[in-house]
Each structure stands twice: as structure tokens, then as C-alpha cells.
């Protein structure tokens, strides 16, 4: 698939029109619904080994991929079978019950990691992902997303030395 075929598909499965509120608190004309591209079979695969080699990329020495819940679970999925690397969820907070985790999945304290996020805004969910894998001991100096919404995560992300490194931009998207 192409670049302009996945961009088409992407906003063909995912771009909403209307009035939004976003994680972030602000508001937008449109909204990317990342599990309306998530949940096609075809889209994830190729996004997955998108994903795979822009992490190889971005952070060649990761050895493992982490995923925050609950939507980018499925592309670290994906990515981690079209890479041979590992992955780890971020949790939003510690379970209460079983193992208490935050996070979920082997690891070795030291260890590289990639992030691997859907959509990003101000940055902020991506940071909090970041901030929980540095507290288990794990060494984040990059992310990579499908769509960087172009709203200031980027530059959150490389104020807290994280590279982020998007597979497509909104700008891009709402172009197509």
C-alpha cells in the first residue's frame, strides 16, 4: 500500500467532521477515530509494519515496544509481530487487584523502549506513558505515532527528550 492509499484510507475509516472535544480540553472541527482504522484488519497489519520499521528508525536500539491503553495496544501488537520485538502495556494507573502492575509484560530494568502511541495532540497522554516506563527503569528516547495532530506533542515530547516520529501528519490527512 502507498503512502496516499493508507492516508486515504485513513480518513476514509477515521476523519469525523463536526465539533469535538478532545483529551487535551480543546475543542476541533474534526476527530481522528483511531479505532475506526484500528479495527480493520488490513489497515493495522500495514500499519503495524509501518510502525516496525520507523521504530528500527527512530530508536535502533530498542528491544522492546510499549504500548499505552487501550488504543495503542493493537498497533504494538502489530508492530511487535512485524518486528520481532516485544512489547509492554502502559496502563493508565497500577491495577488494584492481582500483581498491582502499571505495567504489563517482561521487561528488564535498563532496557530500551520505544513508544508507540495512535494519535497525538498536546503530547500529554504520550508523557504520562513515558514518565510510568522511566519509573520501572526503562530508557525512552523516542515515540512513534500514526498521526501527529500537529497541536504541540511533538515539542511536549522533546522538552522531556523524547523524539517523536509520526507515520503521517493532520495536516497531510485532512489534504488527502
Do not use: Q, W
Not at 535502533?60 to 502495556?89: H, W
Request: aromatic letters at 6%; a negative charge; hydrophobic letters at 45%.
Amino acid at each position: 500500500m502507498t503512502d496516499a492509499e493508507l492516508l486515504a484510507a485513513i480518513r476514509r475509516h477515521a476523519l469525523l467532521e463536526g465539533d469535538f472535544l478532545l483529551r487535551s480540553g480543546k475543542r476541533s472541527p474534526y476527530y481522528l477515530d483511531k479505532y475506526l482504522f484500528l479495527t480493520v484488519p488490513e489497515l493495522l497489519g500495514e500499519l503495524g509494519g509501518r510502525i516496525g520499521d520507523a521504530v528500527r528508525a527512530a530508536e535502533p536500539d530498542a528491544v522492546r515496544l510499549a504500548g499505552p491503553e487501550l488504543g495503542a495496544v493493537p498497533l504494538a501488537a502489530s508492530a511487535s509481530l512485524a518486528s520481532g520485538l516485544p512489547f509492554v502495556i502502559v496502563r493508565g494507573s497500577a491495577k488494584a487487584y492481582g500483581t498491582g502492575n502499571r505495567l504489563e509484560g517482561a521487561f528488564e530494568e535498563g532496557e530500551t523502549v520505544c513508544l508507540v502511541e495512535d494519535v497525538v495532540t498536546s503530547g500529554g497522554a504520550a508523557l504520562e506513558a513515558v514518565e510510568a516506563l522511566r519509573e520501572a527503569g526503562l530508557k525512552v528516547r523516542a515515540a512513534v505515532c500514526v498521526v501527529d495532530r500537529e497541536e504541540g506533542g511533538s515539542d511536549l515530547l522533546a522538552r522531556h527528550a523524547v523524539r517523536l516520529r509520526p507515520l503521517f501528519r493532520a495536516s497531510a490527512v485532512l489534504s488527502t
